[in-house]
Nanobody, 115 residues
Framework: QVQLVESGGGLVQAGGSLRLSCAAS????????MGWYRRAPGKQRELVAM???????NYGDSVKGRFTISRDNAKNTINLQMNSLKPDDTGVYYC?????????WGRGTQVTVSS
């Protein structure tokens, strides 16, 4: 299975921006769809954005219009540009296959949005 390493998280004030990156251990070209998941405090992990091999994207209602997912098959990376961040965006962010994740989760990257 592909190994995934997330980075780019941090502490930001509400209204700010962050850019997350996910580096895959092998080519993602053949993977139909990849996504970013979020585990908010006290909640289950949820899929917030996904992108197919044809670069079709889909977003959760809570992030639509604020987050942008992209993939770079040459660099084996999946990125998530997060703008207009809200305190409710706080959580640990993971990347994985989508919409069905495989069992190999990375450590994630913590995003904390202060009000």
């Amino acid at each position: 299975q592909v190994q995934l390493v997330e980075s780019g998280g941090g502490l930001v004030q509400a209204g700010g921006s962050l850019r997350l990156s996910c580096a895959a251990s092998r080519s993602i070209f053949s993977i139909n769809a990849m996504g970013w998941y979020r585990r908010a405090p006290g909640k289950q992990r949820e899929l917030v954005a996904m992108i197919t091999v044809f670069n079709r994207t889909n977003y959760g209602d809570s992030v639509k219009g604020r987050f942008t997912i992209s993939r770079d098959n040459a660099k084996n990376t999946i990125n998530l540009q997060m703008n207009s961040l809200k305190p409710d965006d706080t959580g640990v962010y993971y990347c994985n296959t989508a919409p069905i994740p495989n069992n190999s989760w990375g450590r994630g990257t913590q995003v904390t949005v202060s009000s």
